[in-house]
Nanobody, 126 residues
């Protein structure tokens, strides 16, 4: 399973770093995606990173503000979120690709991802 953490309450313009830690799963072989769901809205893809770390993708709404990275030695994927805005508020989830060693990563659809863990709540106040 994957566990997302690092969420919290932050003022607009602030930063947070989310972590996605795996247990019982070696992340080295899998692309990882970050998704979020705002109240009353559909879940949307935020970012993904390939198993090698060589490919990353971002939604237009977060491009230039968020950075995804991975530390396979720590079995962890990070999402650095800067210049947070109220519209970034939501529950953030991470998930692993169902396929091992996929070239690139699936984005922005959630189909093809597995091992969804509990999310972490990010609240950005204006």
């Amino acid at each position: 399973q994957l566990q997302a953490s690092g969420g919290g309450l932050v003022q607009a313009g602030g930063s947070l770093r989310l972590s996605c830690v795996a247990s019982g799963l070696t992340l080295d072989y899998y692309a990882i995606g970050w998704f979020r769901q705002a109240p009353g809205k559909e879940r949307e893809g935020v970012s993904c990173i390939s198993a090698s770390g060589g490919s990353t993708y971002y939604s237009d709404s977060v491009k230039g503000r968020f950075t995804i990275s991975r530390d396979n030695a720590k079995n962890t994927v990070y999402l650095q979120m800067n210049e947070l805005q109220p519209e970034d508020t939501g529950v953030y989830y991470c998930a692993s690709d169902m396929a091992r060693m996929r070239i690139g990563c699936l984005f922005p659809a959630a189909a093809g991802y597995d091992h969804w863990g509990q999310g972490t709540l990010v609240t950005v106040s204006s």
